[in-house]
């Protein structure tokens, strides 16, 4: 293989040549990679940080005041966390009335969120909290001062089967899988062995594009809603062909196994059955056990909003498909920017050599797509014999990161190989400096993932289905600076001192350099313990200064999604925070409205349900009201 060497100092950049691998697709681009060691002086300090906590005492709750609100020492209890993950059976649609502050006048369009909002289906609790039946919400602003709130779950083919038979059909991600009582495999105490059918319960996020509101789910592909009734659309959809079936079925492991019995180009056809033999296409036993195929490949269940001069807003979104070639397993990726008339007008695939692991989210700077690979191991035979699900079969390892720094002119994707690992699960933001791409990104750092590949079933992503946080890793937010042209990788953690994810930056500023993420965050006095989020934070990540709302002891936080102001394209403080509380002493959910320019004033206004939501993973908000006539 040619090679061009690159004097740089005392380094040497090794440039790939230009013919692909004998693994990558023939479409796929062959990478350039430049062999990074990593700047080890930024992996270790973490950055003294000033938290100012101050609430308005009719809105909210001081450090103080929340240590005395109950509980042991104003520690959380489990119990109450717990309560937050209990199952909301109801679909609602009303006028909020009971509303403490007051509602912006400027506050006009519609957030939409996501989560598990079923736990159990019959006598059977899911195994996982992130198995749960996806509850879309929406919260409509008018233009007259009012808030409707509706709610809706998802209404997937694998739902409506389910709630048809008042039992657990399907096997899940995280672990969740049927009773079976029959047959030969259950005779063997391997009810669910080779059955490697994923159901898709469309609960992890929404994004509204062009009118179209859609149910995300990485493991699968989207479910359309109506906006404006929360009415599931017959899918699942595959925008417009972007996700079609040209390469084979959206469970990797069902590709997988298609592929190795021969049919790798799974054209429209499902998994295999319970005896291993894959289901060719027009073949209906499978769906007469309610499992339907699975067409396509999967689709990210983080979308970002990108911006640019001279361009209108595009929604960028990738789409992933493992695939196994002569040189090993491969993950495909293909990433697609769509205009508001859900056009494609750019995007590159490119391929992740010898893993099944897909990345759960990636980011957006203004010349480059950025993807960090995780070493990690797959114990495929517990996931075939059905004994463990697919999350819990992913081990991490110690094993060198990988950066994919993917042009979105098209150009030749940069690998940087060998760099210290970390495993980052959120991103807030990428922007360019000179030669250098700067990652802002929520996650586990060095030190936590060499103790995690020292845990072969660590548990990491079981323990927090009861409300116990306290084994969950602490995660961190953190910034990578990349230079393009040497390689070099320096990484600063930006604030550690307490446990925090979920990171958000102003839309506007997205792609460009900022000043402020906005977070959700465990108690200060718990900082290093995995504590649940219970304050919305804003991180000022220039000087460590924070300011954080602390809603109260027996309260727990979502995710804060930014409500631009009519000033954000030039301000980056000027707009509303929206985020989810939900609240154990009365068993009910509120929205919390924050002022971007100042956390420490608490909440503008606090919207309470009438009941409770579960809590819940992502949102969307649109300028558009979706709401009924007031």
């Avoid at 079925?249 to 190795?260: F, G, M, R, Y």
């Avoid at 990738?318 to 990726?333: D, F, P, R, T």
């Amino acid at each position: 293989m040619q090679h061009i060497v690159l004097a740089t100092g005392s380094r040497r950049c090794y440039l790939r040549g230009s013919k692909p691998h004998m693994a990558c697709s023939l479409r796929t681009p062959t990478p350039l990679r430049l062999p990074s060691p990593f700047d080890r002086h930024g992996s270790k300090g973490r950055r003294s940080l000033r938290v100012t906590a101050v609430a308005a005492p009719e809105l909210g709750t001081t450090v103080a005041g929340a240590e005395a609100a109950g509980g042991d020492s104003g520690k959380y209890q489990s119990s109450d966390f717990a309560a937050a993950f209990t199952s909301q059976p109801k679909e609602y649609e009303y006028w909020i009335t009971e509303i403490e502050g007051q509602v912006p006048e400027s506050l006009r369009g519609t957030l939409f969120r996501n989560g598990p909002g079923r736990f159990e289906r019959g006598d059977q609790k899911y195994a996982h909290v992130l198995d749960g039946d996806g509850y879309v919400t929406s919260f409509s602003f008018s233009q007259e001062g009012k808030v409707h709130f509706r709610s809706a779950y998802v209404r997937t083919s694998d739902l409506e089967k389910e709630a048809a038979a008042d039992a657990v059909l399907y096997r899940s991600a995280f672990g969740t899988a049927p009773n079976k009582r029959s047959g030969i495999l259950s005779a063997l105490g391997l009810p669910n062995a080779f059955d490697t059918y994923l159901k898709n319960p469309a609960n992890t996020n929404v994004v509204l594009w062009g009118d179209k509101l859609f149910a995300l789910y990485e493991a699968g592909q989207p479910w359309q809603m109506d906006p404006y009734t929360l009415k599931t659309h017959p899918g699942p959809d595959n925008l417009g062909d972007f996700l079609a079936a040209d390469s084979a079925p959206t469970n990797p492991l069902a590709s997988l196994w298609a592929q190795a019995a021969g049919n790798g180009k799974a054209d429209g056809q499902g998994p295999p059955t319970a005896l291993g033999k894959p289901m060719g296409k027009g073949r209906s036993d499978r769906q007469s056990k309610g499992k339907p195929a699975q067409p396509g490949k999967a689709c990210t269940a983080h979308p970002h909003v990108v911006h640019g001069e001279g361009m209108s807003d595009r929604l960028a979104v990738y789409s992933s498909n493992v695939q196994a070639k002569l040189g090993g397993l491969e993950v495909v990726i293909d990433v697609g920017e769509f205009d508001e008339q859900w056009q494609r007008v750019a995007g590159q695939q490119f391929s992740m050599q010898n893993t099944l692991f897909v990345p759960h989210d990636f980011a957006v700077s203004e010349s480059y797509y950025i993807f960090f690979y995780s070493d990690t191991t797959f114990e495929l035979v517990q996931f075939l014999l059905g004994r463990q699900g697919l999350a819990q079969c992913l081990n991490m390892t110690d094993g060198p990161m990988k950066i994919y720094l993917v042009p979105r002119n098209g150009d030749k994707p940069i690998v940087i190989d060998n760099v210290e690992p970390c495993f980052l699960i959120h991103f807030a933001n990428a922007y360019e400096e000179g030669d250098e791409v700067v990652v802002q990104a929520i996650g586990w750092g060095p030190e936590i993932v060499r103790d995690l590949a020292a845990m072969q079933g660590s548990g990491v992503f079981g323990t927090f289905s009861k409300g116990d946080y306290n084994k969950v890793p602490v995660t961190s937010l953190w910034s990578h600076r990349i230079n393009v042209k040497t390689g070099k990788v320096k990484r600063e953690c930006l604030f550690g001192d307490q446990r925090n994810d979920h990171p958000r930056v102003n839309p506007s500023f997205y792609s460009k350099p900022t000043r402020y993420v906005y977070v959700n965050a465990c108690m200060p006095e718990d900082g290093n313990v995995a504590n649940p989020p219970q304050a919305f934070t804003r991180v000022d990540v220039q000087t460590g200064e924070t300011q954080a709302w602390f809603p109260g002891i027996r309260c727990f936080c979502e995710e804060l999604v930014f409500v631009p102001g009519p000033k954000a394209a030039t301000q980056e403080t000027d707009g509303f925070l929206l985020g989810m509380v939900y609240d154990a002493a009365r068993h009910k959910s509120f929205l919390a409205v924050l002022d971007a320019a100042d956390f420490n004033k608490g909440p503008l206004a606090k919207l309470w349900l009438k009941h409770h939501v579960p809590h819940g993973l992502h949102g969307f908000f649109s300028p558009t009201y979706y709401g009924p006539s007031s």
